[in-house]
């Protein structure tokens, strides 16, 4: 009886080793998995906080500012005598500029860098100058024909990063190169090429968590290229991408309801 005894207890304490060696390999694997499951949680985009909700006033507007060259220059005076569009929204903005001269220094031969109160400014220091929390920013267009979709891009980031280093709480919204007339395409500047470079864009905001606004697809028709309604440009001498007043009203729309 004594010797069942004994060995009922071996069983039993060979059992309890088994035991604790599955309870430490279960624990093991927890443990794994909790790591990999907070790398997975780290590599995903912080959320920027934006305001999801639709549509915006035109009141909404009054802390932005918005950076860009001549196509935004149009927006800039349709929106001066009309409080309705977007507010009391800033303009930071400059024929020709883009992402690669918007870093030149301000006495850089050549410059084109946008003014402010009469006064030239870095386009990175937009929010900074103007008080705004929100950045709304088109530019592109006056690079990828120097540098290409994937250049212009490039130029895009390091842009961004000296934005973000003067204004880190700002909140950014890209808004996508706007397409040009088929009858003005040429081999620098094309539809294909906008296109190209807008999908890169949409990439690199999604990568950052920064919102991305398709205002090509507002203003393009069937077959990709801008209107022919709503380009301003003179037929015979102009770059068929500027808007007309109509064009400018899609896009405050546009931005109303998606920004």
Not at 85 to 106: E, H, K, V
Not at 195 to 220: H, M, P, W
């Amino acid at each position: 009886m004594k010797k069942l005894s004994l060995f009922m207890c071996l069983i039993i304490a060979v059992s309890a080793v088994f035991a604790g060696c599955g309870s430490s390999d279960s624990s093991s694997e927890s443990t794994a998995e909790k790591s990999a499951a907070e790398t997975t949680a780290s590599a995903k985009p912080v959320s920027k906080g934006y305001d999801e909700t639709s549509p915006k006033t035109a009141s909404w507007f009054d802390d932005a500012v918005f950076v860009g060259d001549s196509v935004t220059v149009m927006l800039d005076l349709y929106c001066e005598p009309n409080p309705d569009a977007l507010g009391n929204a800033q303009f930071i903005c400059a024929g020709s500029l883009g992402y690669t001269n918007a870093q030149w220094d301000l006495d850089a031969e050549g410059n084109v860098h946008p003014s402010y109160k009469g006064q030239n400014i870095l386009a990175e220091t937009c929010a900074k100058v103007t008080g705004a929390t929100k950045v709304f920013i088109m530019l592109g267009m006056n690079d990828i024909g120097i540098y290409g979709a994937d250049g212009a891009i490039d130029e895009c980031e390091k842009f961004t990063q000296r934005l973000v280093a003067q204004s880190p709480d700002a909140k950014l919204y890209f808004q996508s190169v706007t397409p040009k007339m088929s009858s003005h395409e040429d081999e620098v500047i094309y539809n294909e090429l906008i296109r190209d470079f807008n999908t890169k864009l949409q990439s690199f905001c999604n990568e950052k968590g920064y919102k991305y606004l398709d205002i090509y697809s507002a203003v393009c028709d069937e077959n990709g290229a801008l209107r022919e309604e709503y380009c301003g440009d003179p037929e015979s001498d102009g770059q068929g991408i500027h808007f007309t007043s109509e064009a400018c009203k899609i896009w405050v729309d546009y931005l109303k309801n998606n920004a």
